[in-house]
């Protein structure tokens, strides 16, 4: 695989510089996968989607046309995430999770939620 030609456009991309160069994080990863034969990277990819599909990671897409059923978008190259940017994510993370966590025990339990008139009857 090359990234000979590759451009970033006006957009930040997390893997190369404006320049072209990779980014300080993602040299190891970009030499990997330069060094991989041409067309590895897209039989990776198929194959890591093909077994989605197999295991039934999916989702229904209803409107186009009934019941189309489609795969979890999923890119087999990996984001690399800095320490710091990752401490950050990690707080928001685990404290989504404890909200999420007591949102879904209380309606077995106190059911604060439903008593606050929060949750729509309708539902």
């Known amino acids: 695989m090359t990234f000979s030609g590759y451009e970033t456009g006006e957009f930040f991309d997390e893997l190369f ?12 990863l970009v030499a990997a996968m330069e ?13 890591a989607e093909r077994a989605l599909l197999q295991m039934g990671i999916t989702f229904n897409v209803y409107g186009e ?5 489609k795969i979890f978008p999923f890119d087999i190259v990996p984001r690399i995430v800095s320490s710091t940017e990752w401490s950050r994510l990690e707080k928001g993370l685990k404290q ?6 007591l949102f879904i025990n209380d309606p077995y339990h106190e059911q604060r939620i439903l008593k606050a008139g929060v949750v729509c009857a309708g539902l």
Do not use: D, F, K, V
């Open 65 to 69: 046309q009934a019941g189309t059923e």
């Open 96 to 101: 989504r999770i404890e909200a999420l966590n």
């Open 17 to 28: 510089t404006e320049a072209g160069r990779p980014r300080p994080l993602g040299r190891t």
């Open 35 to 47: 060094g991989l034969p041409p067309g590895e990277i897209e039989a990776r990819q198929a194959a």
